[in-house]
């Protein structure tokens, strides 16, 4: 029997303009449109893909609290990325450690939703 693994992580935001938002991320946070089926924009990086989706009546991100978060993406710098998307423009506190051994940064994007970008710092180490 085999061990399956993951090979990708894909996330689904539901925003209100998708065209704003798929912007955002390419002009601020440094990724690339890969695919625009009908109602969608893909916007990804390295082994990272966020489908953008368009949804004008979804309840709006900010409305809901702690449950806007909806990703951790592991970095291998966060502290160069963080420097990245300042230079950008966004305005963004700077990674700090934590007691369970990750470099973090909290992003928030225009819609609301929030992301925690993060970095291992045992393999900082190696």
């Known amino acids: 029997m085999t061990n399956p693994t993951v090979v990708g992580q894909h996330y689904v935001l539901a925003v209100p303009d ?18 625009t089926p009908e109602g969608w924009i893909y916007v990804r990086r390295g082994t990272c893909s966020v489908m953008v989706g368009e949804c004008p009546d979804a309840m709006p991100p900010k409305d809901l609290g702690d449950h806007a978060y909806f990703a951790y993406i592991e970095m291998d710098d966060l502290d160069a990325y963080h420097a990245e998307v300042t230079a950008r423009g966004l305005a963004v506190a700077p990674p700090t450690d934590k007691p369970w051994g990750m470099r973090e940064m909290m992003v928030k994007t225009p819609d609301g939703h929030r992301i925690m970008f993060g970095q291992d710092l045992s393999a900082a180490d190696q």
């Open 18 to 35: 998708i065209e704003a938002t798929a912007r955002w991320w390419t002009e601020v946070m440094g990724f690339e449109v890969w695919m």
